[in-house]
Structure formats: structure tokens, C-alpha cells
């Protein structure tokens, strides 16, 4: 005869293992809407680094906020490869439903060598849905213990700033003093395994002082909430996997920062105008600034301080121009077909190819000292490593140009401006 409670425990069991195999639903569904409300934190963190960078850089809160950009941009990588991990995992689902004697590797036309490896070194369908399902719910797990973990530091931190006039080092100060108890409740606990503090344990005193101290840590750090996760996880992982994951999250948490402050470029110059502009001088308008080989991508003269009695002016041929070039000139003919070409032969006339420069020519508005340069003679030129095509002129400079001057170029497609300042000798 069965008493109640068994069937009461029973009925309990069932409900719990029903609940573990829908839990995926769930996981789904939190996932998705976790993401969706953290893809905006490393942006919104982004601003008060930066700010905090130009404010106050030697601010202890600025570690912390980059800490705080790293752990979520782990959380949103951590979700990802849930979402991605639990997609492939229903994938194999269905794939499994469909076929049922997917494993049966004799069916497959093979040698029997392959037939013994793929027995001895793939897994089975269900063998690799059991892997996933597992994988996804520990990374679930490990990534909502880090939102926990993360909420209440942000809480304690909140706190702590609003109760200390100055906050920032009063937030550190606690943060330092969680940080001191943890290690000392874990410096504990590696003593009391020693084999020569082994009858420590068998103190009464000692366990009532401990007991204390962890439900203390316990209240004022929550982790009553996430403790069992913590546990769990550490019993279930063999010590190296454990580390290993410590070791990885932890190189990331480190490196991170340093990453990020050295990508990062903060601009303090607000009253300085853009060097593209009429005041400014860009250097990849100036070929004797330009590195080994390299050739810009927009107008460019030989150097800022000019010698010779003419500008050698290099404009690069842009792609984007084509269909502008043939809604303007219908009746020009073109040289190369589009896409990938081997060889080139040239079999236009060279009325054909005036006709063609003329028309690059005519995209560009060209002036010096605001006086526009309308008989300029252009010729097509291919430079650097890079072969980039474009048209190249020589604009003459008298003697009375000596001193500043401005070469104006206005592309007639889209209005972009190029302001190439210049020294005559």
C-alpha cells in the first residue's frame, strides 16, 4: 500500500521534472527579452565613461563603469550564444523527430572503416541534444548569476554614493570590504580542509563563530539568493573546468579595460574647427605626407609648401560617379566592362578618350583664390601599389601667388568640398 506521502512526493517529482524539460520555453523567452534590455547598457555606459574621462579621469568610479561596460557586453555574448546554442538544439530536436534511425551509420554508403569511426567518435542524435541542452543551461545559468551579482554591486554602489558626501571613494572603500570578507570566509574554509586543522572542525565554538559570520555575509551581500547557484554549479564542474571558467571570465574582466581605454579617443578640443573645413589643413591632401606607396582617396597636391611654378593636382576616379557620368553624357562610350576583367584592350579613338576626360573633368568645380581654373588639361593616371585611377593636372603658379593660398575643389555630384591650403615659395 502506498501512503500519501509518497504519492504526494511522487506527484511533486513528476511536476519537477516536468517543469525541467519545458524550462527551455523559458529560457527562450527570458533570453530574448534580457537582450533586447541590455543592448542599450554598453552604450549608455559608453557616455559616462566618456564624460567621466573628461571630468574627472583619476575618478575611482571609472574602473568600475568600464568593469560594468565589460560585464555587459559578457552578458549579451553570454545570451547570444544561448539563443544560438538553444536554436541548434530545437534544430536537432526536429531533426530527430524526423528521422528516427538517424544513427544507423550502415545505411550510409561507406567503408567500414568509416563505419567504425563514425560509431566510436560521432555522437548519437540524442547524445548530442542531451550535450546541448546541458551546455545551455549552464551558460542560462552562469549568465543570470552574473545579472545578480552585477544588480546587487550596483545597488550596494548606489547606496552608498547617495550616503557618502563623497561617494566615489566611499563606494570603493565598500567594495574593498566585501572583497576582504569573501576572501576571509574562503581563507577559512581552505584552512579547515588542511589535514593539521582538520579537528577545528569539530569545535563547537569555532562553528558558531563561522555560522555567524557566513549568515551575516550572507544578509548583507543577498546571496542567500544566488548561493545555490553558486554551489551547484561548483559540485557539478570537475575543479579544472571550474577554473577554466573562472580563468577565461576573469581575462576578459582584465583585459577589457585596457582594450577598451586604448581604442578609445576622447576629443577635447570642442572649439577647434574640423581640419576639412576652409581653416583646416587635412594631410592626406598633401602627397609628400602620405605614407610609403600610399595614395588617398581624395583630391591630393604634391606638398603644403610648394616650390615649383605649378600644382600637380591628382584626383581619384570614383566608381560612384558612373551612373551620374552617363545620365550626363549618354553618348559616351566606355573603355572596361564592369566586373572582374583580365587583361585590357584599348581599341577607342582618341577622340573617344578626350570625350572621356572631359566628362570626369566636368564633375569637379576647380578654383584658387576663388578665381575658377576653366582650361585646365587633364590626363588619366593609375599610382601607387594600389593602382588608383583618377585624372591628374598641372596648374601654373606666377610669381605673384607667393605666400598663403587656397585650392577649392567641389565635386558636382554630391557637393562634397575639398579645401587644400598651400605655401608658395
Known amino acids: 500500500m502506498i501512503h500519501q506521502s509518497d504519492q504526494d512526493s511522487q506527484k511533486s517529482n513528476e511536476i519537477r521534472t516536468d517543469l525541467i524539460r519545458q524550462s527551455w520555453n523559458l529560457e527562450l523567452l527570458i533570453s530574448g527579452i534580457s537582450l533586447l534590455a541590455l543592448f542599450r547598457v554598453p552604450a549608455i555606459l559608453d557616455e559616462k565613461i566618456i564624460r567621466t574621462l573628461i571630468e574627472d579621469p583619476r575618478s575611482p568610479l571609472l574602473i568600475i563603469t568600464i568593469l560594468g561596460w565589460s560585464l555587459s557586453c559578457i552578458v549579451i555574448g553570454n545570451l547570444l550564444i544561448h539563443l544560438t546554442a538553444r536554436g541548434l538544439w530545437v534544430g536537432m530536436i526536429s531533426l530527430r523527430a524526423a528521422y528516427p534511425e538517424a544513427n544507423n551509420w550502415k545505411q550510409l554508403n561507406q567503408s567500414p572503416l568509416f563505419h567504425r569511426y563514425a560509431e566510436l567518435r560521432v555522437p548519437s542524435l540524442d547524445v548530442f541534444i542531451a550535450k546541448i541542452d546541458r551546455f545551455c543551461s549552464v551558460i542560462f545559468s552562469i549568465t543570470f548569476l552574473i545579472l545578480i551579482t552585477a544588480g546587487f554591486g550596483s545597488i550596494i554602489g ?4 547617495s550616503v557618502a558626501s563623497k561617494g566615489s571613494i566611499f563606494t570603493l ?3 574593498l570590504f566585501f572583497i576582504s570578507f569573501a576572501v576571509l570566509i574562503n581563507f577559512t574554509d581552505y584552512l579547515l580542509k588542511k589535514e593539521k586543522f582538520l579537528h577545528w572542525n569539530d569545535n563547537q565554538t569555532l562553528e558558531k563563530i563561522i555560522f555567524v559570520i557566513n549568515d551575516f555575509f550572507s544578509l548583507i551581500t543577498l546571496s542567500r539568493v544566488f548561493r545555490p547557484f553558486v554551489l551547484t554549479f561548483t559540485a557539478a564542474l570537475t575543479y579544472k573546468k571550474l577554473m577554466a571558467v573562472i580563468f577565461l571570465y576573469s581575462i576578459i574582466l582584465a583585459v577589457s579595460p585596457l582594450v577598451y581605454l586604448e581604442s578609445i579617443r576622447i576629443d577635447k578640443t570642442i572649439f577647434l574647427p574640423s581640419s576639412a ?3 583646416g589643413a587635412t594631410i592626406n591632401y598633401y602627397e609628400n605626407m602620405h605614407a610609403r606607396d600610399e595614395t588617398a582617396l581624395s583630391p591630393s597636391i604634391q606638398s603644403d609648401i610648394i616650390s615649383d611654378n605649378a600644382i ?13 557620368l552617363r545620365m550626363r ?6 573603355f572596361n566592362p564592369e566586373g572582374i576583367m583580365i587583361g585590357r584592350i584599348d581599341t577607342t579613338t582618341s577622340e573617344n578618350r578626350k570625350a572621356a576626360i572631359k566628362a570626369l573633368q566636368s564633375l569637379y568645380d576647380i578654383r584658387l583664390n ?3 581654373l576653366l582650361n585646365l588639361t587633364f590626363y588619366s593616371q593609375i599610382r601607387g601599389d594600389r593602382e588608383i585611377a583618377g585624372i591628374v593636372t598641372y596648374i601654373p603658379l606666377h610669381d605673384s601667388l607667393r605666400g598663403n593660398n587656397l585650392l577649392y575643389i567641389r565635386r558636382n555630384t554630391n557637393g562634397r568640398e575639398y579645401y587644400i591650403p598651400f605655401w608658395k615659395n
Open 370 to 372: 576663388d578665381s575658377p
Open 329 to 334: 553624357f549618354p553618348d559616351i562610350k566606355t
Open 312 to 324: 600637380r593636382l591628382f584626383i581619384p576616379y570614383r566608381s560612384i560617379d558612373n551612373d551620374s
Open 173 to 175: 572603500i565598500v567594495g
Open 158 to 161: 548606489g547606496i552608498s554614493s
Open 277 to 279: 573645413s576652409d581653416v
